[in-house]
């Protein structure tokens, strides 16, 4: 098996019961220069079995430490037949366990009165055991170096890193010693944990665990975390290890699975290398529900010492909670907002959350959710009388969340959306955004959230500088790309605009709002034909009139426009009072235009909040009624 390291390569098989011996035995191994693949825990059905048939077939050499465990091991035995067949068998025994049948033709080392030193007898028999497998002559004795602490990085010859185990050798992740990958060497994804349940309904406890653990890294500067919708694109890929790495452009894969039994929880969980497709770090543990949000920064801490990356804190992630029934509603409330289907399901959120918080009043998580999800429905479904009591209440609860964990970047952000989106309250809205952006630059949802911010306050170095982050943490997702979209386009960079928002139709056709932008990028650009079929193709029918009544009225079809717009009035009336200024900007009625803006501030209509740096109401810019009207917004 060729290794950039240079040396033989080692698989080493063994029960997880005998883990603490392997580990030792794995860094002297790497030590004495082979390169050693140990797979800590795989379990039966993972996505990175692949993985484990190819080390096996590539393995220069199979070492099996048998035991009174791992001969009962289906795993073992298989493992140990293949580097039987293949004459590369080199066999160890632990404890003085004899091999099973089938596997006794071969002379086995025993290691019972091994104390784990490097320069014991028995680790000079199994180097010459090795070499005696691969037709060599065993090298001089390596001088015994102690194992290597988890928070130092391993280089072997100023090269490459072979091998990291579970509390010994680690790579170099900070420094790149890992060998050369296109993906940034501190990237990494938690890809979407299995529900071993039996219960397609207890889904929402895997995914909701896999987003915590995700949440817990981000909070990790050292590190690029991958984020949901990037990670969940591979969810159903049956490749192997390498494969999904590449596919996702990270260096590393975090999976898992979880297993729920009334109020406890057994949670696997597996950290792969991905160019090598090599398992790095594994464990397992079983905790009580209301626990998990201790045990996701625990998983946090150890997948950033194994990568040898310090975490800033180690104290557990702000706004949890240890009340089991206050979790489960949470998770079932996220899973809800998550999903995105309107709102009916973002009702059922609501509720959720309201439960959480009726068991754990001091869940400021669930205080931020219960926001986000009541601006959501403010925006997206209420009656104008609706639109302040909603607000008001969204406002009350990401105050509650700020109040009770000040560090926690959903309820600042919570808070800062809640007062801009629902009050226009820019200036008040500002330290909110900062904060949540200062606490949660490793999320790409509040990275995204705050690129909107910025732009739409005028600041747009820090727009762009904040949706490129976004685009890096997320650059699966279509709304990062729409956003980017969105983000260009109010910069008047129309070029870079069109290419965003073709690429979120690309990862999601239906996606709304990129169409209608997308024509009136092209229509900016003089392309009026390719406007026009972009803005057709709109799935939001507020938009796609409100797009083609200003591309027609650019193309000189009255009619065509006016259709559009007198659709636009009838369909939507009050909800769209700014898109109807929008029109009207653009066809060059200001009286209009100015006396629509001025209804839609008396309703609250959060497009607004788009005024300051909209090209589409570009013709108002030297008109004092905007003006005015933008300062008073705090906007100008």
Do not use: C
Request: no cysteine; hydrophobic share 45%; glycine share 8%.
């Amino acid at each position: 098996m060729a290794t950039e390291a240079g040396g033989p390569a080692i698989f080493l098989s063994y029960a997880h019961a005998d883990r603490a011996k392997a580990q030792r035995l794995a860094s002297i191994l790497e030590q004495s220069g082979y390169v050693v693949w140990w797979d800590a825990l795989v379990e039966g059905g993972s996505r990175f079995a692949k993985s484990i048939d190819e080390a096996l077939d590539k393995a220069d050499a199979v070492v099996v430490l048998w035991s009174k465990h791992s001969v009962e091991s289906d795993w073992v035995r298989d493992e140990a037949a293949q580097g039987r067949d293949r004459q590369r068998l080199v066999p160890l025994s632990l404890d003085g366990t004899v091999p099973p049948l089938g596997f006794r033709q071969i002379q086995v080392i025993k290691l019972s009165s091994w104390h784990g030193r490097a320069d014991a007898p028995q680790i000079d028999a199994i180097r010459r055991a090795i070499a005696a497998s691969l037709g060599e002559q065993p090298g001089p004795r390596p001088k015994a170096r102690p194992l290597i602490d988890r928070r130092q990085a391993l280089a072997i010859g100023g090269g490459t890193v072979a091998v990291a185990a579970i509390g010994g050798g680690v790579f170099a992740w900070q420094t790149g010693l890992i060998g050369p990958v296109r993906a940034d060497a501190r990237s990494i994804a938690v890809l979407p944990f299995k529900n071993l349940s039996g219960d397609s309904a207890q889904a929402f406890i895997s995914d909701g665990l896999t987003e915590e653990i995700r949440s817990a890294l981000s909070r990790n500067a050292g590190l690029q975390v991958l984020a949901t919708t990037s990670s969940n694109t591979v969810r159903d890929d049956q490749g192997d290890a390498r494969s999904i790495a590449a596919k996702l452009d990270v260096a590393y894969l975090l999976d898992g699975s979880v297993q729920r039994a009334g109020d406890r929880v057994r949670v696997a969980i597996n950290l792969t290398n991905g160019r090598t497709g090599f398992s790095e770090w594994s464990d397992r543990v079983d905790r009580q529900l209301g626990d998990v949000f201790a045990f996701q920064s625990e998983i946090a801490r150890k997948v950033s010492n194994a990568l040898s990356v310090r975490m800033a804190t180690d104290t557990p992630a702000p706004g949890g909670t240890r009340n089991a029934q206050a979790f489960e509603a949470y998770l079932r409330g996220k899973a809800l907002y998550n999903a995105a289907k309107g709102e009916e399901s973002d009702r059922e959120a609501r509720a959720n959350f309201e439960l959480a918080i009726a068991a754990d009043p001091n869940f400021a998580l669930a205080h931020a959710a219960l926001s986000r999800v009541l601006a959501s429905l403010a925006a997206g479904s209420a009656e104008a009388s609706e639109l302040k009591p909603l607000y008001t209440q969204a406002v009350a609860e990401a105050q509650r969340a700020v109040d009770l964990a000040p560090t926690l970047p959903q309820g600042q952000l919570a808070l800062g959306y809640a007062k801009f989106a629902g009050f226009l309250d820019v200036r008040g809205a500002r330290p909110y955004y900062d904060k949540a952006y200062q606490y949660g630059r490793g999320d790409a949802d509040v990275v995204l959230l705050y690129a909107f911010y910025a732009i739409r306050a005028r600041r747009f170095a820090e727009a762009r500088d904040a949706i490129e982050r976004a685009l890096v943490l997320d650059p699966l997702n279509p709304r990062v790309h729409r956003g980017a979209g969105v983000i260009a386009f109010n910069s008047r960079d129309y070029d870079r605009a069109i290419v965003q928002y073709r690429r979120a139709l690309e990862l999601n056709p239906a996606i709304t709002n990129a169409n209608a932008y997308l024509g009136m990028s092209l229509m900016e650009k003089g392309q009026i034909a390719e406007a026009r079929a972009a803005a057709t193709a709109e799935k939001s029918a507020m938009f796609k009139q409100t797009a083609l009544a200003i591309i027609e009225h650019r193309a000189g079809n009255a009619a065509a426009a006016q259709k559009a717009f007198d659709t636009l009035v009838a369909e939507q009336g009050d909800a769209a009072l700014y898109q109807q200024a929008e029109v009207m900007a653009q066809w060059g009625q200001a009286d209009r235009a100015i006396a629509l803006l001025n209804k839609a501030r008396g309703v609250g209509d959060s497009g607004l909040t788009a005024i300051a740096t909209d090209p589409l109401l570009d013709p108002l810019a030297h008109d004092p009624r905007y003006r005015a009207l933008a300062r008073q917004l705090g906007l100008a």
